[in-house]
């Protein structure tokens, strides 16, 4: 079993900046997959970026693209995400999720641990 605990959200104003962290613990897998999405307000949990946990490869939305960074440090079983240039479109739950084994994936139902989630609301 992984737990996932995110933390670092946040009221902000838009074009500011914020990081999210997601620190992992349980039993921890050399080789998996970890990711972040979002969801606002009646709609469906949207993916944001996913990233090896011992690689470098990472694969972002278009709509975060350049604007958002996700980085790991595996000492600490802790994954990031640091979010620039932010607009009111951001503004959702942010879910750390992790996925066993090394394929990515972008849907959610793929994903077999997550986090509670941590607010993130951009002001215009």
């Known amino acids: 079993q992984v737990q996932l605990v995110e933390s670092g959200g946040g009221l902000v104003q838009a074009g500011g900046s914020l990081r999210l962290s997601c620190a992992a613990s349980?039993?921890?897998?050399?080789?998996?997959?970890m990711a972040w999405f979002r969801q606002a307000p009646g709609k469906e949990r949207e993916f944001v970026v996913v990233?090896?946990?011992?690689?470098?490869?990472?694969y972002y939305a278009d709509s975060v693209k350049g604007r958002f960074t996700i980085s790991r440090d595996n000492a600490k079983n802790t994954v990031y995400l640091q979010m620039n240039s932010l607009k009111p479109e951001d503004t959702a739950v942010y879910y750390c999720?992790?996925?066993?084994?090394?394929?990515?994936?972008?849907?959610?139902?793929?994903?077999?641990?997550w986090g509670q989630g941590t607010q993130v609301t951009v002001s215009s």
């Open positions: 999720a992790a996925r066993r084994g090394t394929a990515y994936a972008t849907d959610p139902k793929e994903y077999d641990y």
């Open positions: 349980g039993r921890t897998f050399g080789r998996n997959v």
């Open positions: 990233r090896g946990w011992s690689g470098t490869s990472t």
